[in-house]
Nanobody, 121 residues
């Protein structure tokens, strides 16, 4: 089970850090993906971090502004979002997938409830 948090209303250019807390004791065996969905749009890939935390991958729209990290001792992953833009406004979801990461949301088995990020211009 995943719980994402940390969203809010910020001005353009600000930063936010989202958290994804897992209750699963085998958290370290799961890759974590972050996705977002804006009203009227499909859910889109934001980034992932592999289960070993060696590899990360990001969508082109965020790769120079967002980073992902994880703390397996705390069963938590983080999405650090810098230089936020109004087009980043969306509900953000973390998801977990056993072992190998993926950009495809359909490959993820567990999802958080989502946290809203709103960036004002």
């Amino acid at each position: 089970q995943l719980e994402d948090s940390g969203g809010g209303l910020v001005q353009a250019g600000a930063s936010l850090r989202l958290s994804c807390a897992a209750s699963e004791r085998t958290f370290s065996s799961y890759s974590i993906g972050w996705f977002r969905q804006a009203p009227g749009k499909e859910r889109e890939f934001v980034g992932f971090i592999g289960w070993r935390a060696i590899n990360t991958n990001f969508a082109d729209s965020v790769k120079d502004r967002f980073t992902i990290s994880r703390d397996n001792d705390k069963n938590t992953a983080y999405l650090q979002m810098n230089r936020l833009k109004p087009e980043d406004t969306a509900s953000y979801y973390c998801a977990a997938k056993y072992y190998q990461p993926s950009r495809d949301p359909w490959e993820y088995d567990h999802w958080g409830q989502g946290t809203q990020v709103t960036v004002a211009s």
